[in-house]
């Protein structure tokens, strides 16, 4: 006997088995149904790529004007007439990221400071959607278990030298364009190798073992604060000036993508002279000016905060010296990864660029071996020195110690007697072959500084970062050290800062503090642990020191206690001295001063030093005074890197008191690096709100 079908369930099982038979359709459908069956006012869970965004929006107005300004390649359809899905939206945003990063490697001037904000606003927002972009194919490197046929360990150093691709650093933090550059790019010139690249992850920094044997090697010297002193026992307080920035680059790197950095990692001084201040130009002969200022200290009322400050004198391009520069580049095997070998290629073209005729470059390369790449060059045949640039490509060992020497060898061969002469080194600072102990090649470069030829070290990379090593280098070569995670930061370094970068006006410098034990009953140096001196190598001329560079700030900030004044920090117990006259005594001959200032510093090309002194009056600080913005921008710097590395001297220190100080010491801040500041304390708060 049968049974009529109903017609509503016969086209049931009509597609049942329709999808039996045809899997991929029946995926589709069922994704088709699942899709609509959420309800209007449920968000699904994939929300971030699903969304619409209306040509009205904001956001979506705005990557449009970028499109049409630079000429973004869009392959996204109806892309300024139609919605489009955050998934789209991040494609031609994509575009626009890897479009800029061309533009800027050309010229900086060619991408405009507002439409750079712009892009780093929406490369945050649509970070997600970016980082979705690598997935199909890292997937199908996977399920066809791609093999190498060589990889880049195993290249000889002839083979390093072959010509390669400029690859854009694919890196998400809001602060920079380059971070969001081009994740095709990033894939399709990648090694062939199914590992996933350091510091193309969102959110990790410093990862777990991974696959193929990579660990997390980062280096840092450990940092102990600076304790307070008692004045009555130790009066003077010595140390040498540091216009390093890279430890502020680095922590932006660590909170950019997800993680607050290693305590030993933030090193407060350098945080602080990452900006400029607005300290008045010197007078007369004198290479930099001193500027003195006294405040209550934020984060414990109590307290009293001396602002240190030197201003460089800035060097008009017409009365700078011919420039002998050799690039030495790191292209071993550690350098394979998108934010090392390639963001050195793209960073140092911005520097050719600024080249003047007079100006030579040549450059030195060392894996296996080193060797020279491109002899002494004028800085007018630049499209020759920057096609010796695109020709590096990574693999090998490490000899670093060789491409050291080879360096200077060749800075020396190509001396200019009135000229700059600097070895500027490009690496992660993984030396392994040759020369390679911290301490063989820190007076390998002692020996080489006397000849007049300067260093300084550009540190790249994530994942094997050698930080202490390279402050070494760069301390002991009469240098600087800057850290560069971006493209942007490689603007800032190499041509913005290009005259403080590379033009040393005073070498040497150092300062000694002599408190009034009348006025101060213990004082602290905040930061420059690694710069401390003994009290007698301030008069010993042949005790090296830093250096200030053509239009550098340098600031350096003491807490002190005044005397009388009762404290909740605890003091160091020392006995009373019998034959040391005490505080009211001294007070006869030091008058109102609260502390005396002593600098000391060498010209370029002196071996003698000259001396500046400075007294600071004990002024009584009103309820009402406003300090500088020079003074509460620099404390807000200070206080944010106390809490980075909770000290014990931070007080009543918190992200809120360091947002209350910045916001309202902005002051002008034309290239936006304070604002940058202000959106990193942001973040960091909301790291810590999220554990």
């Known amino acids: 006997?049968?049974?009529?079908?109903?017609?509503?369930?016969?086209?049931?099982?009509?597609?049942?088995?329709?999808?039996?038979?045809?899997?991929?359709?029946?995926?589709?459908?069922?994704?088709?149904?699942?899709?609509?069956?959420?309800?209007?006012?449920?968000?699904?869970?994939?929300?971030?790529?699903?969304?619409?965004?209306?040509?009205?929006?904001?956001?979506?107005?705005?990557?449009?004007?970028?499109?049409?300004?630079?000429?973004?390649?869009?392959?996204?359809?109806?892309?300024?007439?139609?919605?489009?899905?955050?998934?789209?939206?991040?494609?031609?945003?994509?575009?626009?990221?890897?479009?800029?990063?061309?533009?800027?490697?050309?010229?900086?001037?060619?991408?405009?400071?507002?439409?750079?904000?712009?892009?780093?606003?929406?490369?945050?927002?649509?970070?997600?959607?970016?980082?979705?972009?690598i997935s199909p194919i890292d997937e199908l490197e996977a399920r066809n278990a791609i093999t190498p046929t060589q990889t880049t360990r195993e290249r000889t150093p002839a083979e390093?030298?072959?010509?390669?691709?400029?690859?854009?650093?694919?890196?998400?933090?809001?602060?920079?364009?380059?971070?969001?550059?081009?994740?095709?790019?990033?894939?399709?010139?990648?090694?062939?190798?199914?590992?996933?690249?350091?510091?193309?992850?969102?959110?990790?920094?410093?990862?777990?073992?991974?696959?193929?044997?990579?660990f997390n090697t980062e280096n840092y010297n450990r940092i102990e604060d600076n304790p307070f002193h008692r004045v009555g026992n130790d009066p003077l307080s010595t140390f040498s000036i540091d216009v390093d920035t890279a430890s502020y680059s680095n922590v932006r790197r660590f909170?950019?993508?997800?993680?607050?950095?290693?305590?030993?990692?933030?090193?407060?001084?350098?945080?602080?002279?990452?900006?400029?201040?607005?300290?008045?130009?010197?007078?007369?002969?004198r290479p930099f000016s001193v500027t003195t200022e006294v405040a209550a200290a934020p984060w414990n009322p109590q307290h009293k905060l001396v602002q240190v400050g030197l201003q460089g004198k800035r060097l008009e391009s017409e009365t700078l010296p011919p420039s002998n520069l050799v690039f030495l580049i790191d292209v071993s095997g550690s350098m394979d990864d998108p934010n090392k070998l390639p963001l050195v290629q793209q960073s140092l073209k911005l520097l050719?660029?600024?080249?003047?005729?007079?100006?030579?470059?040549?450059?030195?390369?060392?894996?296996?071996?080193?060797?020279?790449?491109?002899?002494?060059?004028?800085?007018?045949?630049?499209?020759?020195?920057?096609?010796?640039?695109?020709?590096?490509?990574?693999g090998g060992s490490t000899a670093g110690g060789q491409g050291i020497e080879l360096a200077y060898k060749i800075a020396k061969q190509n001396f200019l007697?009135?000229?700059?002469?600097?070895?500027?080194?490009?690496?992660?600072?993984?030396?392994?072959?040759?020369?390679?102990?911290?301490?063989?090649?820190?007076?390998?470069?002692?020996?080489?500084?006397?000849?007049?030829?300067?260093?300084?070290?550009?540190?790249?990379?994530?994942?094997?970062?050698?930080?202490?090593?390279?402050?070494?280098?760069?301390?002991?070569?009469?240098?600087?050290?800057?850290?560069?995670?971006?493209?942007?930061?490689?603007?800032?370094?190499?041509?913005?800062?290009?005259?403080?970068?590379?033009?040393?006006?005073?070498?040497?410098?150092?300062?000694?503090?002599?408190?009034?034990?009348?006025k101060v009953q213990a004082y602290r140096l905040i930061g420059y642990e690694n710069r401390l001196l003994q009290n007698q190598d301030f008069n010993d001329d042949k005790k090296d020191a830093g250096d200030i560079g053509a239009g550098h700030s340098v600031t350096a900030l003491y807490e002190i206690i005044p005397t009388g004044r009762k404290s909740d920090v605890k003091l160091p117990e020392i006995d009373p001295l019998r034959y040391q006259r005490s505080g009211e005594t001294a007070s006869d001959t030091a008058g109102n001063e609260l502390m005396q200032v002593k600098l000391r510093y060498k010209l370029p090309q002196d071996s003698i030093s000259q001396l500046i002194t400075q007294t600071i009056p004990d002024?009584?600080?009103?309820?009402?005074?406003?300090?500088?913005?020079?003074?509460?921008?620099?404390?807000?710097?200070?206080?944010?890197?106390m809490v980075l590395r909770d000290s014990e001297y931070k007080g009543n220190a918190n992200y809120d008191l360091v947002m209350k100080l910045a916001t309202q010491a902005m002051g002008e801040d034309q290239e936006g690096y304070r604002g940058e500041f202000i959106r990193l304390v942001e973040q960091s708060r909301g790291l810590v709100t999220r554990k």
């Open 619 to 641: 002024d009584d600080l009103r309820a009402d005074q406003i300090p500088s913005t020079n003074l509460r921008f620099a404390a807000a710097v200070a206080t944010f890197g």
């Open 1 to 133: 006997m049968s049974y009529p079908i109903p017609s509503k369930m016969w086209q049931r099982v009509s597609i049942v088995t329709l999808l039996l038979l045809i899997p991929s359709v029946g995926i589709a459908v069922l994704r088709q149904c699942a899709t609509v069956a959420v309800p209007a006012n449920q968000t699904p869970p994939s929300s971030t790529s699903t969304t619409s965004i209306l040509p009205n929006h904001p956001d979506y107005q705005a990557l449009q004007a970028l499109v049409q300004q630079y000429s973004c390649v869009v392959s996204v359809q109806n892309f300024g007439t139609l919605a489009i899905t955050r998934t789209e939206f991040a494609t031609v945003l994509n575009a626009c990221l890897k479009r800029s990063n061309q533009l800027i490697a050309t010229d900086p001037k060619l991408v405009t400071q507002a439409d750079m904000k712009t892009l780093q606003r929406l490369q945050y927002e649509f970070a997600p959607e970016l980082a979705t972009l």
């Open 352 to 394: 050719v660029n600024k080249l003047r005729p007079e100006d030579r470059v040549s450059l030195v390369v060392y894996a296996g071996n080193a060797g020279l790449v491109l002899p002494a060059t004028r800085g007018s045949q630049k499209s020759t020195i920057l096609a010796a640039i695109d020709r590096l490509e990574a």
């Open 255 to 285: 909170i950019t993508q997800g993680e607050l950095p290693p305590k030993d990692a933030v090193r407060i001084e350098e945080l602080i002279n990452y900006f400029t201040y607005n300290y008045p130009q010197p007078k007369g002969d």
């Open 417 to 518: 007697k009135s000229g700059n002469n600097r070895v500027i080194l490009a690496t992660d600072g993984d030396f392994n072959v040759g020369v390679s102990s911290d301490g063989d090649l820190t007076r390998l470069i002692e020996q080489k500084r006397d000849q007049g030829i300067f260093l300084t070290v550009l540190g790249f990379g994530t994942g094997n970062y050698k930080d202490s090593k390279m402050e070494q280098l760069a301390d002991k070569g009469n240098g600087n050290y800057a850290y560069i995670d971006t493209l942007l930061e490689a603007k800032k370094v190499l041509v913005n800062d290009l005259r403080g970068t590379l033009f040393t006006i005073a070498k040497d410098v150092k300062i000694q503090v002599e408190f009034n034990p009348a």
């Open 160 to 214: 390093s030298y072959r010509k390669t691709q400029s690859l854009p650093t694919v890196m998400p933090p809001p602060s920079s364009i380059l971070s969001g550059s081009s994740v095709q790019d990033q894939v399709a010139n990648r090694p062939a190798s199914p590992k996933r690249q350091a510091g193309s992850g969102i959110g990790r920094v410093a990862p777990e073992p991974q696959t193929g044997s990579r």
